[in-house]
């Protein structure tokens, strides 16, 4: 963290009249409104705890006090119904209480919340239960992950939370371990092992529970590992099916779907792993009854080692669609065939039911991390609409006929044999950070950021080091200044789904004034006293590119 960023987390801590030791470590903090969805329960932990079982989570839409998934609701919408707090009385909250937290590693796990208490894990996979009404910390366990694990990770020790099923808790643990615990004391029930620990496998992402099965994935595409997500029983933790999602050496491939896979391939890439890890993005449908998982990037990166002579590498870069009960592949859909750049499709996974071109559609969605938002058909995987939701270089498009991107021949530096500096970069346009779809508005609320990577043949990697700048200020990636500039901009965009509209748009740290209903605004991020250009959009399945319209101060 830099000195700047350190200077303005101390200005903050001042106005809002908290002391400087808050926000050493990380914090835990929760505001008025969140006090405002939980209904005084004195008693609430001290009862045996109320069991979550499948008509809790299909209804979950329903419940008011709870937050009882990962997304909120099976279908990953995060959106809560709560009304009480608006525009008229937002200015009046404040800070009810703050939890400090042992590190300042990353934190980026989405709560749960069941009968007055709030479940979160932190990094190095720890959790930890507080009573959301007073703060007060109820129990705490740590799974004492090794300190090795954590060179394991591509991008720090984090842990994105838990699941919930009848009286337990679960979640994965940095070092590859799914654990079970009793959710009224934080007792450890089960831990079972689910990676091979000879290879660089990690867990990162929440669970998920359907039935009864705990359903969790694993990351390790940037170390050379193999992807899987699997399901075990949430009684005893036995697993009870585990799906591939590259195939192995031809030959030893038993199931259909890694058998047609194999010809998607070339050279010996099982020996680098292939990669396609599940590490995040899961969503169920309970009447089609289907579970949607969003597959990673190939390992290596680049293409011309990982699988020399090309191919599609199914099914790095996918969304499919399995059967819970069995795992079975039932379809899949391919966001960026033969990847080099490292656009995973493990952005967050939401399903919604749209009326499209006059008639109802059941759909899933994804802001994936190559910088095009995605529609497509949640029973057949048939693509709806594609467009671009940031700018894009490395393809001018989504054939909708074919479903393939139109890509830009310079993108592939291993053809072309020269530099190039493909926006979005393998930061992505949208990676890990939770997306929310509003029903009343039809918007889908986007973390976005654009900033471009310098991809560059071996031949010229020196001459390279010498050109390149910083691109993005939290020190994430470098780009080349010269094609960029110096700032890569992030922020946060809405967008309507209709006709693919680009409704708004903050940008980092600046003063944006968003057009809400009948011309209202209201201000996103940092209210300081900059500009910010906003953006809308217009695009139709064949994106047709940005078009700024106005600055508003």
Known sequence: MTAAALDEQQACRHQAGLSDGWLTSGILAVTAAFLTSIAPVPDAHAAAARPVDGTALISAADDLQDWLTHGRTYDEQRFSPLDRINAANVKDLGLAWFADLDTARGQEATPLVIDGTVYITTAWSKVRAYDALSG?????????????????????????????????????????RLIALDRETGRLVWSKLTVDRSKPYAITGAPRVIDGRVIIGNAGGEMGVRGYVAAYDGDDGKRLWRFYTVPD??????????????????GDWWTRGGGGTVWDSMAYDPKLDLLYVGVGNGSPWNQAYR??????????????ALKPRTGEYVWHYQTTPGDTWDFDATQHLILADLDIDGRPRAVVMQASKNGFFYVLDRATGQLISAASYVAVNWAKGIDIHSGRPIENPEARIDKTGKPFVVVPGPGGAHSWQPMAYDPRTGLVYIPAQEAGFPYVPEAHGRDARRSQGPCCRDGGNQGSTHSLGPHCPTGALA??????????????????????????????????????????????????????????G
């Open 249 to 266: 050496r031809p030959g030893t491939n038993a199931t259909p779907h890694l058998r047609r896979a194999e010809a998607t391939w070339k």
């Open 307 to 320: 699988s020399p002579g090309g191919g599609d590498n199914l099914y790095i870069d996918s969304i499919i």
């Open 495 to 552: 967008r309507g789904l209709q006709g693919a509209v680009e409704r708004w748009r903050t940008g980092d740290g600046r003063r944006a004034r968003v057009p809400g209903q009948r011309g209202q605004g209201v201000c996103g991020l940092r209210c300081d006293e900059r500009r910010e250009t906003l953006v809308e959009q217009r695009a139709d399945r064949h994106h047709r590119g940005p078009r700024h319209l106005f600055d508003q």
């Open 136 to 176: 007060k910390l109820r129990w705490e366990y740590d799974p004492r992950v090794p300190g090795e694990a954590g060179i394991r990770a591509c991008c720090d020790v984090v842990n994105r939370g838990l699941a919930a099923w009848g009286r337990r808790l679960y979640f994965g643990t940095l070092d590859g």
